[in-house]
């Protein structure tokens, strides 16, 4: 695996728990276990999205570089691999 | 994958409720050419389309018409508020109650629920633009039929906007489909599928 894919499949993770425990935390809302599992994994999921942005291209709209072109189409989409 | 954001799009404050207006409206939830049929055309078709501009704009357009969906959807719920027994009778929003109540289910005006023979994935690139195109003139012309049946300003309102994205789509549906062009032999677009055949780059 190269550091691109390890990365990603870190933001995967961190973006999974995040799923996960919002779910969880849509019907147990004040579970303050849950709420700081969620602001541990959010910060981790922020820093690893700044990384892959600004190495490896966008995720989203707004992390599109603008600098050197519009970069959102001339990455792969995920079903390239 | 996609995240939700919890906000509209276009901003929707409609204060009079009116069931029978809402049961026009709802075509562009689930009638032919309503805009849950636009997302899923639009998104089904980028997994075969080999040029990222092209997967680019039908993945854009296929997600701002899920936020379509949600306007729309919003929409009928502020047309559907508050309504008494008697009200639901004389507007003719009867039919519709009797099954959902005021719950938003995509049906056509006419009350034929959504069906995705509605939507084209013909897996070659020329014919599916094409018919992304077509299918943003008709939603056009189902808001411009819809803007003349409307009076309440609250409603015209996001409606107009949503026609004039209808517009946008196609124009850039036509860029796409000109980027797809200028990749094929011009002398006979149609001497291979870029979405199937080998192609030779030019």
Known sequence: MNERQKLMQKIQACCFVLTETGLYLDTHPSCRKALRYFEKYRRMRDEAVRQYEQRYGALTYTGADTANGWNWVTEPFPWEA | MWIYEKKLEYPINIKKPDPKLAQLIISQLGGPDGELGA????????????????????????????????????????????????????????????????????????????????????????????????????????????????????????????????VVHYQRFGDALRVVQEQLDARNFYGWNPEFDKVQKK
């Not at chain 2, 306007?71 to 009928?76: G, N, Q």
């Not at chain 2, 039919?95 to 994935?121: E, L, N, Q, R």
């Open chain 2, 39 to 166: 997302s899923m055309r639009y998104l089904n078709q980028r997994y075969s389309m080999p040029y990222r501009q092209v997967t680019g704009v039908l993945t854009d357009i296929g997600t701002e018409e899920l936020a379509h969906l949600e306007m729309v959807a919003t929409i009928l719920s502020q047309l559907t508020r508050n309504l008494t027994p008697e009200e639901i009778e004389k507007s003719g929003f009867a039919t519709y109650f009797v099954d959902h109540t005021t719950g938003v289910y995509p049906v056509s005006a006419a009350g034929v629920p959504f069906d995705m023979k509605y939507i084209g994935v013909k897996g070659d690139a020329i014919a599916d633009l094409s018919e992304d195109m077509a299918a943003e003139q008709k939603a056009r012309v189902t808001y411009d039929n819809l803007i003349r049946l409307i009076d309440d300003p609250d409603v015209c309102d996001p409606i107009r906007f949503l026609r004039e994205r209808e």
